[in-house]
Structures are given as structure tokens and as C-alpha cells.
Nanobody, 126 residues
Framework: QVQLVESGGGLVQAGGSLRLSCAAS????????MGWFRQAPGKEREFVAA????????YYADSVKGRFTISRDNAKNTVFLQMNSLKPEDTAVYSC???????????????????WGQGTQVTVSS
């Protein structure tokens, strides 16, 4: 079992930055790929970014590429999402997710992940 707790959300003006953190329980964090998803009001949850467990390869949705950066600190069991140049359309609940290395390589869909956090609200004002 892995428990995930997000933090770092809040209210920011357009053009500003936020850094989200996701702290994971357990001793095998390094064996989990990690992802960030978001869900805006009235919309389906969508993929934002992911980082693999072994090589630390990263993947991004086109809508955030060049503005967001995902990273991980295995010593601290934490994954981060640095969000720059925020736009009002980035407003959503952001959730992190973990995928065991045993579960395969796919990282872009909700169903690819094994564990989820509760989410943290990000609101970008215009």
C-alpha cells in the first residue's frame, strides 16, 4: 500500500508560479512511477505529467509543456510539480498518482495508476 498526500496548492494570479508536492508513504517509493493529473469543474480528469521510476524520464501534456516541470526526490519519497506561467485554464484540483514498476510502462491514463492522493486545489485568477 502507498499513501499519497499532496500540498502546495492555492490561489495565484495569472503568470505566477506554484510548486506542488506529493509525499508518499512506504519504503519502495523509488520503484513507483509517479504522475500528476488535474480535474477542472465540469470536466474529466486529465493527464498533466509523469516521471518514470527507473530513468526518471518525464512526459507532459501538450497544454503544460514548457511551463510545468515534474521531478522526484527518492530520498524524501516526494514528487514535485513546478508550475510556471500559470493561466486561468490551469485552475483545477491536482492529484498525484503512483504506479508500481510491476504494472507496466503506460503512464498517460488514469487507469494506468495504482494509488491516488486526495488532491490539492489550484486556482489561477485572471
Amino acid at each position: 500500500q502507498v499513501q499519497l498526500v499532496e500540498s502546495g496548492g492555492g490561489l495565484v494570479q495569472a503568470g505566477g508560479s506554484l510548486r506542488l508536492s506529493c509525499a508518499a508513504s512506504g519504503r519502495t517509493f523509488s520503484r513507483y512511477a509517479m504522475g500528476w493529473f488535474r480535474q477542472a469543474p465540469g470536466k474529466e480528469r486529465e493527464f498533466v505529467a509523469a516521471i518514470t521510476w527507473n530513468l526518471g524520464s518525464t512526459y507532459y501534456a501538450d497544454s503544460v509543456k514548457g511551463r510545468f516541470t515534474i521531478s522526484r526526490d527518492n530520498a524524501k519519497n516526494t514528487v514535485f510539480l513546478q508550475m510556471n506561467s500559470l493561466k486561468p485554464e490551469d485552475t483545477a484540483v491536482y492529484s498525484c498518482a503512483a504506479k508500481s514498476y510491476r504494472s507496466g510502462l503506460a503512464l498517460l491514463k488514469e487507469n494506468d495508476y495504482d494509488y491516488w492522493g486526495q488532491g490539492t486545489q489550484v486556482t489561477v485568477s485572471s
